[in-house]
């Protein structure tokens, strides 16, 4: 029998031990390779940063130190630049971030009728969270946007737009859904407001309209300081419909035309997670680490590189690497991803010790109203309670039917037992015409598990082909188990077709 039957691994316990609360300038990137442009499509693409290495020269003196006049113009161009990115939907720098609060904390405290201060550091503070993890930002930055609306009353476009961001950040899609839909009525030729709007689409199931708001969003006329962020957001949208060749394309694209290194490196971190969904290790890896020196505070990147290096076997690196993503940004899903990690090497009291970490972080963002039902269930679901898995995860499905709930819910029905039921739930996460469109190493492998033990030998031994010919490396515990299957199940008979 596979490891991975219908018995829980890891710490055997709930996750929670009570019921949870309800729920610039165009810049061309030097030493950029992009390879193979074939059939007038990007079929591939590598960025690589490294440094030009040439002889060594004389270390320059370093400049003498800035006057006080000096400081105080630097802080304000910065402050201006964080709030024009805050405002606009782009990534900002974290100390930028940090001396923008300040600066609009003062502002509010001594103008609290300013409405567009509010909006601006409600705006901040949801960055700062998506950032840091410090989910205490987010009930912050919600008190500052209510109180903007309060303060201007309709039509206030920041604050909406704002609003829908944070509602996304907590995966409270239907109200994102409400406020993107206000901020968009309020000004639909206002390009910010159509990023989150996808996000909640996506979030809510209805990948059609997500398509919809995107082809608006590329309709419009926009200056090279945001065309990069709106590449991007194309980018993630072709992603998710298994367009993988056009999002790279796109993202490439936005890397090399990024104003600031904060955003550059958000990009070629979002480049680097498509490589990694490809399998390609060393092509994640370089995207990764280039993303990491052009922005030390970018922890999705340390995160990556974990993940990459794992992968090629530089076990201690990889530890190291989401140590240090965690360190700066200490998230339930890293800690989830590490602490399997630990368990796939046998370091058990490890593994312990990071579930436990992740219990106090989900904790702290179900406080702060996060809505953690999908990660929380796919814990329960491979690690504690199964029965407690379906029961979240049937309501996250009733409340939010996104793909990833489809494919969790599955998943959380087949370690249950229930794999009839299981089947349908996979199907809907991996079939195009159904809504699943991603090409998703992890799905593929869920649904070939499942159709192994309905005794569909054929169907399973294509989805687990899928799953290891996509990312064989998709899962230090679930990938081994796919192989280890695929060899119970045999050799592909010669009347069976490729997945598609």
Not at 11 to 28: H, I, M, N
Not at 155 to 182: M, Q, S
Not at 357 to 378: F, H, K, N, S, W
Not at 465 to 478: E, G
């Amino acid at each position: 029998m596979c490891a991975l039957d219908n018995r829980p691994s890891g710490p055997t316990t709930s996750l929670l031990t009570e019921p949870s609360p309800p729920r610039r300038r165009r810049r061309v990137l030097r030493r950029l390779l992009v390879v193979a442009l074939a059939g007038g499509t990007a079929a591939g693409a590598a960025l690589m940063l490294w440094p030009h290495e040439s002889a060594p020269r004389r270390a320059a003196a370093p400049p003498p130190a800035a006057g006080p006049r000096a400081q105080a113009k630097a802080r304000a161009a910065a402050q201006a630049a964080a709030q024009t990115a805050v405002l606009n939907g782009l990534p900002a720098a974290l100390p930028d971030l940090t001396s923008l609060i300040g600066a609009r904390e003062s502002r509010v405290r001594a103008q609290p009728k300013d409405a567009r201060a509010w909006a601006v550091l409600g705006a901040a503070y949801v960055e700062r969270a998506r950032r840091t993890a410090d989910s205490a930002d987010y009930p912050r930055a919600e008190r500052a946007l209510q109180t903007s609306l309060r303060v201007a009353g309709k039509g206030n476009t920041d604050a909406l737009a704002a609003l829908a961001a944070l509602a996304n950040a907590r995966r409270d899609f239907p109200t994102a859904k409400r406020f993107g839909e206000e901020a968009r009525k309020a000004a639909p030729k206002r390009w910010s407001t159509y990023p989150a709007l996808i996000d909640a689409y996506n979030g809510l199931g209805d990948y059609k309209a997500a398509r919809s708001a995107l082809d608006k969003l590329m309709a419009l006329k926009v200056g090279a300081t945001v065309k990069p962020a709106v590449m991007a957001r194309a980018s993630a949208v072709y992603r998710d419909r298994g367009w993988r060749e056009d999002a790279v394309a796109q993202v490439t694209d936005a890397a090399a035309a990024a104003g600031t290194p904060a955003e550059q490196a958000a990009y070629l971190t979002q480049a680097g997670q498509l490589a990694w969904e490809r399998g390609e290790r060393d092509d994640a890896l370089r995207h990764f680490t280039a993303a990491v020196r052009l922005d030390p505070d970018q922890p999705t990147a340390r995160a990556g590189q974990g993940r990459a290096l794992a992968a090629l076997g530089r076990t201690q690196e990889a530890l190291a690497a989401y140590q240090e993503a965690l360190r700066h940004r200490p998230t339930p899903q890293v800690s989830l991803e590490l602490a399997e990690l630990y368990e796939s090497l046998g370091m058990g009291h490890q593994a312990e010790t990071q579930y436990a970490r992740l219990q106090t972080q989900v904790r702290r963002e179900l406080d702060a109203g996060v809505d953690d039902e999908l990660l929380i269930g796919q814990y329960e679901a491979d690690h504690g309670d199964v029965e407690e898995a379906v029961e979240r995860l049937a309501a996250e499905w009733d409340r939010q039917p996104g793909i990833e709930v489809a494919d969790a819910f599955g998943w959380a029905l087949h370690r249950a037992g229930d794999d009839q039921e299981a089947l349908r739930y996979a199907s809907i996460a991996t079939d195009s015409t159904k809504g699943g469109g991603v090409r998703s190493a992890s799905y593929a492998f869920h649904r070939g598990m499942i159709e192994r033990d309905l005794d569909l030998d054929a169907s399973a031994r294509r989805h687990l082909q899928d799953a290891l010919r996509t990312n064989p490396y998709f899962s230090p515990l679930q990938a081994p188990v796919a192989r280890a299957t695929l060899t119970t199940l045999g050799d592909q008979p010669p009347n069976e077709e490729p997945p598609q």
